[in-house]
T-cell receptor, first 112, second 115 residues
Framework: AQSVTQPDIHITVSEGASLELRCNYSYGATPYLFWYVQSPGQGLQLLLKYFSGDTLVQGIKGFEAEFKRSQSSFNLRKPSVHWSDAAEYFCAVGGATNKLIFGTGTLLAVQP | KAGVTQTPRYLIKTRGQQVTLSCSPISGHRSVSWYQQTPGQGLQFLFEYFSETQRNKGNFPGRFSGRQFSNSRSEMNVSTLELGDSALYLC??????????????FGPGTRLTVT
């Protein structure tokens, strides 16, 4: 079955610290992978995507993610977190269709 | 370019009523997808329309339906509302000409509350 797992429901980091949000997927074909961010009361904003090629992808707001096929993972990273990064982050997988399967999300809190 | 717009932003309905939500995609995008977001079930795919045809469908009852117009605007309808239909309904538009996954751009959502 196709699925996305985000094992961390809630993460708290200090401002300026590094961040890694985990994402594991299960998909029978070549996966297309996405990270979205959602601020309270807002829709989803696309941070970055992986379709093929270089397994390290850069996104907006200083985020990057690395695709590791052997581990079925697509973890999101940021070297230095800002208070404005506090939000909920969703990993998603797609492929042969335009239907996205989302993980349950990771809520990020940033301490001053 | 203007982003994805959804109307209305907030809606309160009573059980048994029906509701219609509207979505205008980014100019030039012909694919519109709808998702339901709830605290319990998370983000779930409802359906996708492309060039006025439903191209993909999620696992929702027939009470949930949609359509797309020639200008790519889309509407979704929920009939015989139930309390469990209370959710944030998100619309996303994308190019997705070939049918495979493409980056989707989301609107702000319509918050539906069923009482």
């Amino acid at each position: 079955a196709q699925s996305v797992t985000q094992p961390d429901i809630h993460i708290t980091v200090s401002e300026g610290a590094s961040l890694e949000l985990r994402c594991n997927y299960s998909y029978g074909a070549t996966p297309y992978l996405f990270w979205y961010v959602q601020s309270p009361g807002q829709g989803l904003q696309l941070l970055l995507k992986y379709f093929s090629g270089d397994t390290l992808v850069q996104g907006i707001k200083g985020f990057e993610a690395e695709f590791k096929r052997s581990q079925s993972s697509f973890n999101l990273r940021k070297p230095s977190v800002h208070w404005s990064d506090a939000a909920e982050y969703f990993c998603a997988v797609g492929g042969a269709t335009n239907k996205l399967i989302f993980g349950t999300g990771t809520l990020l809190a940033v301490q001053p | 370019k203007a982003g994805v717009t959804q109307t209305p932003r907030y809606l309160i309905k009573t059980r048994g009523q029906q509701v219609t939500l509207s979505c205008s995609p980014i100019s030039g995008h012909r694919s519109v997808s709808w998702y339901q977001q709830t605290p319990g079930q998370g983000l779930q795919f409802l359906f996708e329309y492309f060039s006025e045809t439903q191209r993909n469908k999620g696992n929702f009852p027939g009470r949930f339906s949609g359509r797309q117009f020639s200008n790519s605007r889309s509407e979704m309808n929920v009939s015989t509302l139930e309390l469990g239909d209370s959710a944030l309904y998100l619309c996303a538009s994308s190019l997705a000409e070939g049918g495979t996954s493409y980056e989707q751009y989301f609107g702000p959502g319509t918050r539906l509350t069923v009482t």
